[in-house]
Nanobody, 124 residues
Framework: QVQLVESGGGLVQAGGSLRLSCAAS????????MGWYRQAPGEQRELVAT???????NYADSVKGRFTISRDNAKNTVYLQMNSLKPEDTAVYYC??????????????????WGQGTQVTVSS
């Protein structure tokens, strides 16, 4: 009924930039907060950045000043501009959304809807 599809990951050298996109589609009624999380091998998934429907952003200390989260509410899409990338930014990046959707039997709220992830690898 609802899909979050990430794109934009890849391999980049340290100091480089990447821009991730996550498009939400399906029987969406509304989207509240959207965000990006990441998980490195052997590590727990961690918050990278979130953004409210009104555009208020929150960042992990490790990415402040380097990453910028934004969203296009008309397109149900959230972006993550990543600059000055470091090898420690290497991880699978996951899109997350708090949304309301129609499931055929009524409206449902999903506080943690996840995408499939996109790999970001930063070489030194």
């Amino acid at each position: 009924q609802v899909q979050l599809v990430e794109s934009g990951g890849g391999l980049v050298q340290a100091g480089g930039s990447l821009r991730l996109s996550c498009a939400a589609s399906g029987t969406i009624v509304s989207i509240n907060a959207m965000g990006w999380y990441r998980q490195a091998p052997g590590e727990q998934r961690e918050l990278v950045a979130t953004i409210t429907s009104g555009g208020r952003a929150n960042y992990a200390d490790s990415v402040k000043g380097r990453f910028t989260i934004s969203r296009d509410n008309a397109k149900n899409t959230v972006y993550l501009q990543m600059n000055s990338l470091k090898p420690e930014d290497t991880a699978v990046y996951y899109c997350n959304a708090d949304l309301t959707y129609y499931s055929g039997s009524g409206y449902s709220r999903a506080y943690d809807y996840w995408g499939q992830g996109t790999q970001v690898t930063v070489s030194s």
